[in-house]
């Protein structure tokens, strides 16, 4: 089940952004970013709930920037616990998203994702999704 995700949800979020990240962060200080974000209009975030724990998550940043002359969404994090890969619950987040975006009138859905990260982009391509930037 995909629901928004809440206070309640962050050490489990935390435990995936350490994962995608490979490394630990400071556990306080993106508590009160996360709870920063979860009072700003700008981001959401979703999570899958497989019997009350979070298994996958996905942020999105929604802007509104002069070269697209309207609102864009931007996916921050995308990650699926390890346990729980292969699942197609990346694809739900996904597919969560999409809708979003079509039912808020978003221009376009982009995202960036670490070149050594080969997986993620076979996954993001098999959903249509196009290489067509350089981020630096």
């Known amino acids: 089940m995909i629901i928004e995700g809440k206070d309640i949800h962050f050490h489990d979020i935390y ?3 350490c994962i995608l ?3 630990s962060f400071d556990k306080e200080k993106m508590y009160q970013l996360y709870l920063n974000h ?3 209009d700008d981001y959401h975030y979703y999570v899958y709930l497989k019997d009350d724990k979070v298994v996958g998550m996905l942020s999105l940043l929604i802007k509104e920037t002069l070269h697209h002359n309207d609102l864009t969404g931007e996916i921050i994090e995308l990650c699926v616990h390890p346990e729980f890969r292969n699942q197609k619950i990346g694809e739900a ?3 969560h998203v999409e809708a979003y975006a079509l039912q808020h009138h978003l221009v376009e859905l982009e995202l960036s994702s670490s070149m050594r990260r ?8 098999s959903h249509k999704y196009i290489k067509d930037h350089y981020n630096f």
Do not use: G, K, V
């Open 15 to 17: 435990e995936l952004i």
């Open 21 to 23: 990240e490979e490394c």
């Open 38 to 40: 979860l009072n700003r």
């Open 93 to 95: 987040l996904l597919q």
């Open 118 to 125: 080969i997986h993620a982009h076979r996954f993001y391509e």
